[in-house]
């Protein structure tokens, strides 16, 4: 395996990096404070997006730096994941910055499914103003009365009336469900229970005006709403839509999953790592520059080998974190099991430590909105949970570990 950049990468990395110092450093600082003040947490459904994002939009979409994350060169700019995964990194040190570039969670992979799973029909109504940045999207799974980590646990319910799918059932944690500009779902619910457990469940499109679909509340991840993207729990009620809005077919919910999540998690992965970067550089420039007890804090308590640590854990996640990425491209999601269940855990406790120890550094400093770092360690701490828990990626990368020695 090679992980230096190709050309191809390095070319758009450039430019990422030179349209983020020219466009979206400068006012990372007034975005973050102005989308408090724009987005009063009592008032989700007048959340706002700030001014300043939809002109940057149109900038990346002109310098060619849009739907980066689409391995299809018509439609995007057709790199692959492995050539995809640093410029990841690169939006991943500014939380809003992603949807500047279309590549923000969860429409990256809504985008996904449709690209590979969706029919001409649905690929035209749904895909389309996805790709162009008109339309967000949320994607429907997590449920609040049953243990999700076990996603067979499901109780939403899919069935068939006639030309006719009802849908009942409650969701939360849906990413993005309070954003403004949010139109669809893809839902996922059970809809054939007669069969073995992985084939039980299937994958929905559901406009969110749809009648019977009420949203309930914004959830806050520590305290934060996250607006104006936000995080709802939603519950449908005899929700009927057309049965053309299915996705391939009844109980074919968890194969469209398995193809959806392997590229999504390197995209989280990679952004996380771009995070850890931010707080690590966050963590030297305080410590090089605030004085304690006579002395540069850098100097006090450890923190030089701290930092040092924070180096070695970054580029050991960012190494594996490639080579699963290198796997899904050269040997499909499958053969890439092991590392992108692996990567989900190490990612993300890794962003943890870096971050917490960027917050020690800080002192109160840490814990406000003052610096991005608060926003950074509930990103961390949520990061671990979405997609499954650590204990549901370990179990498997122990499962095919063992199943070597069978």
């Not at 895909?127 to 067979?152: K, Y």
């Not at 671990?384 to 020695?405: F, N, T």
Request: proline fraction near 5%; include cysteine; charged fraction near 20%.
């Amino acid at each position: 395996m090679d992980f230096a950049y190709n050309q191809t990468t390095q070319d758009y990395l450039a430019r990422l990096k030179a349209f983020m110092k020219e466009h979206v450093e400068p006012i990372e600082s007034q975005v973050y404070s102005e989308t408090e003040e724009l987005n009063p947490s009592g008032d989700w459904q007048n959340w706002q997006v700030h001014p300043a994002i939809e002109p940057l939009k149109q900038k990346a979409k002109d310098a060619g730096l849009w739907n980066l994350f689409l391995p299809d060169s018509e439609l995007a700019q057709g790199l692959s994941c492995t050539e995809y995964a640093p410029l990841a990194e690169e939006m991943g040190k500014i939380l809003f910055s992603p949807e500047i570039f279309n590549c923000n969670a969860p429409d990256t992979g809504n985008m996904e499914v449709l690209y590979h799973f969706g029919n001409d029909e649905q690929k035209a109504t749904w895909l389309s103003p996805l790709l162009n940045g008109e339309i967000r999207s949320v994607f429907g799974m997590t449920e609040p009365d049953v243990a999700s980590s076990d996603a067979t646990n499901m109780q939403a319910t899919i069935e068939q009336d006639g030309d006719e799918l009802v849908l009942n059932g409650k969701k939360w944690w849906s990413t993005g469900l309070g954003h403004p500009n949010a139109k669809v779902m893809i839902f996922m619910g059970l809809s054939n229970p007669e069969n073995d457990k992985h084939n039980q469940h299937s994958m929905v499109i559901v406009p969110l005006d749809a009648k019977g679909l009420t949203v309930k509340r914004m959830l806050t991840a520590y305290g934060d709403y996250d607006a104006p993207f936000g995080h709802g729990e939603m519950e449908l009620t005899n929700v009927r839509v057309p049965l053309s809005n299915l996705l391939v077919g009844m109980g074919k919910g968890f194969a469209i999953a398995q193809g959806r999540l392997g590229p999504g998690r390197i995209h989280h992965c990679m952004r996380a790592i771009g995070m850890a970067e931010k707080a690590l550089k966050l963590a030297i420039e305080r410590g090089v520059s605030r004085v304690a007890f006579g002395r540069p804090i850098i100097e006090l308590g450890g923190n030089k080998e701290r930092i040092a640590k924070a180096r070695m854990a970054i580029e050991q996640a960012r190494l594996l974190t490639l080579q699963a990425a290198w796997k899904i491209d050269n040997l499909g999601v499958k053969n890439a099991m092991v590392d992108i269940s692996a990567i989900k855990v190490v990612v993300p406790n890794m962003l943890q430590d870096v971050v917490d120890m960027a917050v020690q550094m800080h002192g109160g400093g840490g814990m406000c909105n003052d610096f991005p770092l608060a926003r950074l360690a509930a990103g961390a701490r949520s990061l671990r949970l979405a997609d499954g828990p650590d204990e549901v990626h370990m179990g498997m990368v122990s499962r095919l570990e063992l199943k070597k020695y069978k």
